[in-house]
């Protein structure tokens, strides 16, 4: 795997390569680039060139695959054993989000091991609509795990301290 970094000039829309760098090749459209600062009217930027990172996208897709296959297993588990259930009690109620919630965001995740290890080929994330919505819905699940996590902290820390205070699941629903 090569990383090269160059730094680049743009003049007039016209992209030069900066003398003092030892780049070899023009920016591409894989390249990675960052604005560092502009002045009267040139633009410099910072860019990646990286190469061969197939290697790189073969193991990582392969952990991302594993790691999801086994958090599926478990929450479809944890999904189905706490469904059986009812939800008789909070944390029952919690454990049942949690596992849902879960299932949801791995399954979503495990799209970009699929896209990591078909060469990073879009697939579906060309399209603009899908890759917003799986984004939001992806930050949305994490955001809502920790939240349901906090939440049976607060429901054992109440539980502890005050041991004949009954929390009612309405409350609950209403704050998830």
Not at 9 to 31: G, L, V
Not at 149 to 166: E, G, N
């Amino acid at each position: 795997e090569t990383v090269l970094t160059y730094k680049i000039i743009i003049h007039n829309a016209n992209m030069n390569i900066d003398p003092q760098s030892k780049a070899t090749s023009m920016k591409s459209s894989s390249d990675v680039c960052f604005p560092l600062l502009s002045v009267s009217g040139e633009s410099y930027w910072e860019c990646f060139y990286v190469r061969n990172l197939k290697t790189s996208d073969q193991v990582l897709g392969s952990v991302i695959i594993f790691c999801s296959v086994m958090g599926l297993l478990g929450n479809i588990l944890a999904f189905c054993y706490f469904w059986r259930g009812r939800c008789k009690t909070i944390p029952d109620l919690l454990y049942f989000a949690i596992s849902a919630t879960d299932i949801l965001s791995v399954s979503l995740f495990s799209l970009v091991a699929i896209s990591l290890l078909n060469d990073r080929k879009p697939m579906l994330f060309d399209n603009k609509v899908f890759c917003t919505a799986s984004s939001s819905v992806i930050m949305f699940t994490a955001r809502m795990s920790m939240f349901l996590a906090m939440l049976i902290c607060i429901t054992r820390t109440i539980a502890m301290k005050y041991p004949f205070c009954h929390i009612k699941q309405c409350w609950l629903i209403g704050a998830i």
